[in-house]
């Protein structure tokens, strides 16, 4: 959907006003403390965020959080710092933050749905929804960050590719092929210009610089291929019978070190491949826009923008996000080398997680409207919410919310990660809602978008919790109204 100019120039306007208040602060010397969340868009949001104020030469400390609660809260009264940046979160907590700290000079950076009084003139904020443009789709936290840099200093417009990896992390890339759009497409535009950025049309598979090229095809779930995904020697014969090494001399192929006429016979064998199998709507989702990183180093994560994101969500999931910040100002010594052997850790981790998943039915139960996987104490509360990303898209029932949950021993909690598919959305699921009401109603918190949201509650409510979910998406999917209606 296009934006309309007017509400671009408003939401822009906030951005300078955000901007002047960073400013101000900075020149004054005064203390500032900035909170992102624990995701690749929120770790993205803090690299633009901390190289800004780092080259304003301010006093900052930068912290990552899964969320924002009221020991950060409490944490934010005892230190009294000068300014508090809130990015990627805190458009959710706002009763919170006007009852504990009223008084404080707070930047809220973020593209989630807001959720109580916005009107505290010491609470100065940048949010999409603010102005009828979509957070879900058409910004990221890490691109509002953006937006406020570019506006203290327009040299931060090299800043554009890591707000883009933000974007992708957050799974922006909606529009047609694969393509961010709304402010994003602004945000292309700039790191186009600047050189840094090159938007390419590819085969869409994840892992373009750096997975051997089997190993690509083996691990697609987006688009699925049926005889190739999760079938490593299949994908060896197949590439055998196209004729397209899968090594040269002694290292592994990756996509993108493939010639125009391998790809060509690649992409056709793909796509005759899809339609044997009946296919034919995969067929488009063969080829979609990649965001080439033209600085990185060609065969790193870096160098395509999803792979980075996913280097950046692994630092944070594996109790690392300092890495990611570091990488995202700039790092590529130490930091990167470190974060190579984390997302190789990451992904053991997720792998035993789907694994255990799959051991025993009991772990993974359809409930009327939706599946729920019992993580309890066996998943990582950090990583939940990506195992839902990965089994959302491979459910027998892809309209069926998945809702996830891990136990948090130390705070009695459950949390709660919910993930759906594009379908599910048009036939009118919210699960920003429905885990927002569900929450409220038996003590937790909760909320995010449409197509992903989270939920903390008690353990003793977890069963509650589920049966409300499943209920709350049953009456979304007849239509019925779920909650107040809270967008600005
Ligand atoms: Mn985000």
Redesign the pocket.
């Known amino acids: 959907m296009a934006i309309q100019q007017a509400s671009i120039e408003r939401f822009l306007a906030s951005a300078v006003e955000a901007s002047k208040v960073i400013l101000e602060v900075s020149q004054k010397d005064g203390f500032i403390h900035c909170f992102s ?1 624990l ?4 770790i993205a ?1 803090a690299g633009v965020i901390g190289k800004t104020l780092f080259r304003l030469d301010a006093k900052i400390r930068i912290r990552i959080t899964q969320q924002l609660d009221e020991k950060i809260v409490n944490e934010i009264v005892a230190d009294k710092p000068q300014l508090v940046i809130l990015t ?2 805190g458009s959710g907590v706002l009763d919170m933050l006007n009852q504990k700290i009223p008084n404080f000079k707070v930047l809220i950076l ?3 749905q807001l959720n109580g009084s916005s009107s505290n003139p010491n609470f100065v904020m940048v949010n999409p929804h603010m102005f009828g443009i979509d ?1 879900a789709s058409d910004v ?3 691109g509002v960050a953006y937006f406020v840099a570019k506006a203290v200093n327009r040299a931060n417009i090299d800043l554009a590719p890591i707000a883009l990896v ?1 974007a992708l ?2 799974m922006q890339d909606k529009y047609e092929q694969r393509s961010l759009s709304g402010l994003n497409e602004l945000i292309v535009d700039d790191a186009v210009a600047a050189g840094l950025i090159k938007v390419e049309k590819d085969l869409t598979f994840f892992g373009r610089e750096t997975r051997p090229i089997h190993r690509t095809l083996a691990t697609t779930t987006n688009p699925f291929i049926p005889g190739l995904s999760g079938e490593e020697d299949k994908a060896l014969a197949f590439l055998a019978s196209l004729n397209i090494p899968i090594k040269q001399e002694e290292k592994w192929r990756a996509l993108r070190d493939l010639n125009e006429d391998e790809r060509k016979r690649l992409c056709s064998a793909l796509a005759d491949h899809l339609l044997s199998k009946g296919l034919h709507m995969e067929v488009e989702n063969l080829i979609g826009y990649i965001y080439v990183l033209t600085k990185e180093e060609p065969n790193t994560a870096l160098r395509d923008a999803r792979e980075f994101a996913v280097v950046l969500n692994s630092t944070g999931r594996m109790d690392r996000p300092s890495l990611g910040i570091a990488i995202c100002m700039g790092d590529r010594k130490v930091a990167l080398e470190e974060s190579n052997k984390i997302l190789e850790d990451y992904r053991k981790n997720i792998n035993k997680y789907l694994t255990w998943v799959n051991e025993k039915p009991e772990r993974m139960r359809e409930l009327k409207n939706i599946y729920v996987i019992y993580g309890e104490d066996a998943i990582n509360e950090k990583i939940v919410g990506t195992v839902s990303s990965i089994i959302v898209s491979s459910l027998a029932n892809p309209e069926k919310p998945l809702v996830a949950f891990a136990n948090v021993e130390k705070e009695q909690a459950a949390k709660f990660s919910a993930r759906t598919t594009e379908k599910a959305i048009r036939k009118g699921v919210n699960l920003g809602d429905a885990m927002r009401v569900a929450s409220e109603v038996l003590g937790g918190k909760g909320g995010g978008h449409n197509i992903a949201a989270g939920a903390t509650v008690p353990l003793d409510k977890i069963e509650d919790f589920v049966k409300t979910v499943d209920e709350l998406v049953g009456k979304q999917l007849r239509g019925e109204k779920v909650g107040s209606d809270n967008h600005a």
């Open positions: 969340h995701d690749a868009d929120g949001a990627d979160f973020d593209h989630h957070g990221s936290g890490s933000g992390g957050d």
